[in-house]
């Protein structure tokens, strides 16, 4: 063979010398990378004659863009065939013992704890002056840029910063006497002078 593409049109022809050379030269190849997986010998054999056989088809159907590159094409649907027979065995495989399928349902002491700190927050929110209601609206609802809130504001950008921030930490300071929500939770950083 004079070059690749003169390779895969023999390979195309079913030429009995060429599809030898196919088999021999790359099933030593994908045996060893599905062995480093860890399959045992049947299923090595499986995957590889799906993956020649995959190989083939494409090349049929002149899917292989670079001849020149075409033992990363067969490698690289060796790994396509092994991912599709792991998501069915995935799928079609036991549990180990002692370990049980998660639970798609919700935790109800959760959805509780979500609900009464929504609740909670909701009633803290109410006690805020409108100015910073207004302000925790613009920002965290209407997703609004600071920049245009400072210019509104009459204030510079690191002023909304600051004014945003005494809001939540005032919010929070409020949460945390009122239950063990360890997200609201303020942690001091030590100070290294003491």
């Known amino acids: ?38 399959f045992d010998s049947a299923t090595v054999e499986d995957l590889r004659n799906e993956s020649l056989r995959r190989v083939i088809v494409l090349n049929d159907a002149q899917k ?8 990363g094409f067969v490698r690289g649907v060796c790994k396509h065939v092994v991912d599709e027979h792991l998501r069915v065995v995935g799928r079609s495989g036991n549990w180990p013992e002692g370990l049980e399928p998660i639970d798609r349902a919700p935790n109800m002491e959760e959805l509780l704890s979500r609900a009464e700190l929504l609740s909670l927050l909701i009633d803290e929110i109410r006690k805020l002056t409108p100015g910073e209601r207004k302000l925790l609206y613009d920002v965290y609802l209407r997703g609004r840029d600071r920049r245009i809130l400072a210019e509104e504001f009459g204030i510079s950008q690191s002023g909304i910063n600051v004014r945003v921030f005494k809001v939540v930490r005032k919010l929070r300071r409020a949460l945390q006497g009122k239950g063990s929500f360890s997200a609201f939770k303020e942690t001091k950083t030590p100070n290294p002078s003491q």
Not at 64 to 71: I, R, S, W, Y
């Open 64 to 71: 292989v863009h670079d001849a020149a590159k075409f033992g």
């Open 1 to 38: 063979m004079n070059s690749d593409e003169e390779y895969l049109a023999a390979l195309r022809r079913r030429d009995p010398a060429v599809c030898t050379r196919f088999y021999y030269e790359f099933a030593p190849v994908l045996e060893g990378m599905l062995r480093y997986k860890g």
